[in-house]
């Protein structure tokens, strides 16, 4: 990686590349900055407003999020003041509304010294516990099924399955479920079978211990993309490690 | 239909066109704009068209549905030329008369002009009328002049001129005139037109993409709509002569949904403009290419702001996001997009054509031009208004307003739609600008513009303008989402008799929250009908808190209503008309309402002759 823009955080002089962004960076440079609606894998959308830094621009600093800003050389970033702290607090304040079941927004809420929030929770938020980052909307959609989508706007603003029809793309994934900072989609697995969105979905198990691979609908999708072919998902991945480390073992001795 | 050629050949033919209208003696012009097509001009302009008929005036008489004329409220309007006669309020009762009278003899009839509040005195011409008196109208003049589905009326008067005259200047120096106009964008933002214009140009890509914004989600503001209803070739005109300067192929209008008839002119402009050579390929034979692609919006406030409404167009959610980079550099799936709001599109054509000195000449050092006002509320007039730069805002509301409705006092001005700002009576010697207002807490907006009188709760106010953004954000950011509906809350808190101080400081704070952290123009400027009244009108909301009273009398849990047995004469006209059955009395004797009961839906104070009926 070609690193040819120089800049600078919490006047620390750091060189970074072209189209990165402040949050990625700052947090390789060791700075914690908190943020709910982040993942690595997905365009990031400011939507929780909880990365907050100030960008020095002139004489005047302006409060920006960091998970969407583009570095620009000459940049500089402060991550911590008492102004960010105080918006921080009264942002999570807020998503305390949305969100009061959630134990990973109250702990950060409590470092940052709230535990009783003030505002009334917010009523009829479905799924429970959302607080409409969208991650899992973004991340089905990267992984190219758009089983789940936004609904409506302001404050009837919702995350579920288009027109609330049973989706025809959701395959059982469970990605959805692995990005929710909140853990508030609803999945239930059996050794037989997962239940998510509405939807019951059969397993393909192992042929050698029975455990659950993947949803039938999860093998189709990975088979009609990836090109492996199904026999490649006969067995599960810890029943091929024992396999590859029994012929491993073989060769030496 | 003529093929223009070039911009001699244009000239030809506005000649041409002018001496065929000269055959007609006078000129009948019925304004079809939604107002007053609501109020039944469809029917007058029948009625008038079988008048002529049955009179064989068809060669003297020429009858023209134009645009709307601005002053809505008095529709059906009807316009006579020579003479510049106005009648309001004209029903299809009064065609004959009219056709009769003003027409064949040139009387003119009383009782339908307009007249002054008092009605002491009549004003028989449209420049005598206060409200238009006090106009400048640079843009909306052609509104009451043209028809808006005729190219050749738009021609006539001076149509399409600045463009040939663009194509003769060249990009650079039509460039240079808009910059040294001082146009700023009519939008809200009041970034100066030709600066954005410059930066969009001197990108490095090829292909780039014109906008025209008509998404106006402002309540109560209606500037765009009816110069898309009234005038569309001049929005037309104006983008051709941006994609001259900027070298864009291809142009969009976002109307919203709600605009059928913009949309229906709007089509029929551009269809007449493609059979005239004047979109297309090869204009002018100028080798210029440029054509205009109407896109419908559905009705969303937040697609007004450009990055939302560049994702709808794109086919996406509506929603905005971060800046920089900004259209001019990167919008339209990803080409350097510039876009701009009608009134700005609009103002185009008359500064190329008449220079920008000229145009620098009207309004203020920093803010030149007219801007044209949504003009509602409690005033006398209502209706469209263009004005100058820096004209105070008493004189808008009172020259042009004619003031306040039944001699009430004026309490406010909201202007710059509802994420604007409320101003007291004692600003309203401000010059109205966009510097300005920003200074005083509020903004130019795209130009509503809504009086309130003493019967307004300031505290009710702020709640209402909230109510409509917490369900018209976008609902990306936390801050505006959440923040807007617990501020909402808080609100209701006050004007329900539960809040305190505490819940003053609570609203402060998470203002400033909103302000501070939200991504885009609306997010942060959603709480300024919150600010703006608490700066203002801080004592109405402390007697909310701290008194629990409502002093004007609005709130429903905070008043009572009760009658003065001095005033009452016993006529039951309020027992008769209460929907609860609150109210107590026999005849000639003094009533009394039971607070049990009365739902406070104020019939029986807007029933009571003796003005005995009080709210407390």
């Known amino acids: 990686m070609e690193m040819t823009i120089q800049i600078k955080i919490n006047q620390m002089t750091i060189a970074v590349s072209e189209g990165q962004f402040v949050l990625e960076v700052a947090r390789n440079a060791g700075f914690d900055i908190p943020s709910l609606c982040h993942h690595d894998a997905v365009e990031p959308i400011g939507a929780c407003r909880i990365c907050l830094v100030e960008q020095k621009i002139g004489h005047e600093s302006v409060l920006t999020t960091a998970c969407n800003l583009v570095v620009q050389e000459g940049m500089e970033i402060f991550t911590d003041s008492a102004e960010i702290r105080a918006h921080r607090a009264a942002n999570l304040e807020l998503l305390l509304a949305r969100a009061p079941g959630s134990k990973k927004l109250r702990e950060l809420a409590s470092k940052y010294g709230i535990n009783e929030p003030r505002h009334p929770p917010i009523q009829d938020n479905y799924p429970k516990d959302c607080i409409l980052c969208e991650l899992c909307v973004r991340v089905c959609s990267n992984l190219g099924h758009k089983a789940l989508a936004v609904l409506g706007r302001g404050d009837r603003k919702r995350i579920g399955l288009p027109f609330n029809q049973p989706s025809e793309t959701c395959v059982g994934c469970g990605s959805c479920r692995s990005v929710c900072p909140t853990d508030c989609i609803f999945m239930r697995d059996t050794p037989e079978t997962r239940t998510i969105w509405g939807k019951t979905h059969r397993f393909v198990t192992c042929k050698q211990c029975s455990a659950p691979i993947m949803t039938y609908e999860h093998r189709a999708f990975a088979v009609a993309n990836n090109g492996l072919g199904e026999d490649y998902y006969d067995v599960c991945e810890s029943c091929k490690q024992v396999a590859a480390s029994r012929r491993f073992a073989s060769v030496v001795w | ?616």
């Open chain 2, 1 to 616: 239909m003529v093929v223009i050629k070039n911009a001699e050949h244009l000239e030809d033919w506005r000649t041409e066109l002018l001496v065929k209208t000269t055959s007609h003696r006078k000129s009948i012009s019925v304004c079809t704009g939604t107002g007053c097509m609501a109020l039944g001009s469809h029917k007058i302009l029948e009625a008038l068209r079988a008048e002529i008929e049955h009179h064989n005036l068809d060669a003297e008489v020429e009858l023209r549905p134009t645009g709307c004329h601005g002053f809505c409220e008095r529709g059906p309007l009807v316009l006579l030329r020579p003479g510049n006669i106005l009648y309001q309020r004209v029903q299809p009762g009064d065609i004959a008369e009219i056709i009769s009278k003003s027409v064949m003899s040139d009387e003119i009839i009383d009782r339908l002009l307009v007249t002054s509040e008092d009605g002491k005195e009549k004003y028989p011409t449209e420049s005598d009328i206060p409200f238009y008196r006090h106009q400048q109208r640079l843009i909306l003049k052609n509104n009451g002049l043209i028809n808006p589905n005729s190219l050749e009326d738009y021609i006539q008067n001076g149509g399409y001129r600045a463009f040939g005259k663009a194509l003769q200047m060249g990009a650079e120096r039509v460039l240079d005139q808009i910059i040294r106009s001082g146009l700023r964008g009519r939008g809200g933002g009041g970034f100066p037109t030709g600066k954005k214009w410059e930066i969009c140009r001197s990108t490095k890509e090829r292909e780039r993409y014109l906008i025209c914004n008509a998404d106006e989600g402002d309540p109560g503001a209606f500037m765009d709509r009816s110069v898309l209803e009234g005038n569309p070739h001049c929005v037309i005109e104006g983008m051709l002569i941006g994609a001259l300067v900027i070298g864009a192929q291809v142009g969009f209008v976002y109307v919203r949904q709600e605009y059928p008839l913009a949309v229906e002119r709007l089509n029929h402009a551009l269809t007449q403009a493609r059979n005239c050579g004047l979109l297309g390929k090869d204009i002018f034979t100028s080798g210029l290419n440029f054509d205009i692609q109407v896109h419908r919006g559905g009705g969303a406030f937040v697609c007004g702001e450009e990055s939302a409404l560049i994702a709808s167009i794109e086919g996406r959610r509506g929603v905005p996001r971060k800046r920089p980079p900004y259209p001019a550099v990167s919008g339209l799936w990803g080409r350097p997009t510039n876009i701009n709001n009608v009134e700005t599109w609009a103002n185009i054509p008359p500064i190329v054509d008449q220079g920008s000195d000229w145009y620098a000449s009207i309004g203020t050092e920093s803010s030149r031009g007219t801007k044209i006002f949504s003009l509602v509320g409690k005033v006398n007039n209502t209706g469209l208004v263009e004005v100058p730069m820096g004209m105070s805002l008493r004189s808008i509301v009172y020259d042009i307003g004619g003031g306040i409705r039944n001699h009430k006092k004026l309490k406010a001005v909201q202007t710059g739609g509802p994420s604007g700002g409320c101003l007291p009576e004692e600003k309203l010697d401000i010059p109205v600008d966009f510097d300005t207002l920003v200074r005083e807490g509020a903004m130019m907006g795209s130009g509503g513009m809504i009086v309130m009188d003493e019967d307004t709760c300031m505290v009710d106010v702020a709640r209402y303008f909230l109510r409509f953004l917490k369900s018209e954000s976008c609902g990306n950011c936390t801050s505006c989402r959440d923040g807007l509906i617990v501020l909402h809350q808080l609100l209701t808190d006050i004007t329900e008799g539960r809040g305190n101080q505490q819940t003053l400081q609570t609203i402060q704070n998470l203002a400033a929250t909103i302000r501070a952290t939200s991504l885009c123009a609306l997010g942060r400027t959603s709480v300024n009908p919150v600010l703006s009244t608490l700066r203002y009108f801080y004592n109405e909301y402390l007697e909310h808190t701290q008194n629990k009273r409502c002093p004007a009398g609005v709130c429903k849990a905070l008043i009572h209503y009760s009658i003065d047995p001095d005033l009452c004469n016993g006529c039951t006209l309020c027992v008769k008309h209460c929907p609860s059955k609150a109210i107590e009395g026999q005849k000639k004797q003094v009533h009394t309402i039971d607070s049990e009961l009365c739902i406070k839906c104020n019939a029986c104070r807007d029933v009571c002759k003796q003005h005995a009926v009080s709210v407390q």
